[in-house]
Nanobody, 124 residues
Framework: QVQLVESGGGLVQAGGSLRLSCAAS????????MAWFRQAPGKEREFVAA????????YYANSVRGRFTISGDNAKNTVYLQMDSLGPEDTAVYYC?????????????????WGQGTQVTVSS
């Protein structure tokens, strides 16, 4: 089992920044990509960004590319999401997840471990 705990959410004004953290514990492994998803009220959960240590790759949704940066610290079993130039459209609950396969995919069904989520609210 893998446990994921997110932190760092909050209320921020448009144009501001936040940094989310996801701490993993249990049977962690660098062979499986880690990702951030988000879900706004009334909308489906959507892919935001992913990191793959095995291939050294970073992946982003078009809506956040250039504004968000995903990174990770293997020694601390922690993944981060630096979010800059935030807008009201970024308001959502943000979830950390670990993939069930070694390749990066952007669909929720490919991820078998999820955190509880952290709320990000951007005011205009």
């Amino acid at each position: 089992q893998v446990q994921l705990v997110e932190s760092g959410g909050g209320l921020v004004q448009a144009g501001g920044s936040l940094r989310l953290s996801c701490a993993a514990s249990g049977r962690t492994s660098s062979n499986y990509p880690m990702a951030w998803f988000r879900q706004a009220p009334g909308k489906e959960r959507e892919f935001v960004a992913a990191i793959s240590w095995s291939v050294g790759g970073l992946y982003y949704a078009n809506s956040v590319r250039g504004r968000f940066t995903i990174s990770g610290d293997n020694a601390k079993n922690t993944v981060y999401l630096q979010m800059d130039s935030l807008g009201p459209e970024d308001t959502a609950v943000y979830y950390c997840a670990r993939s069930s396969t070694p390749i990066v995919v952007t669909i929720t069904s490919a991820y078998n471990y999820w955190g509880q989520g952290t709320q990000v609210t951007v005011s205009s």
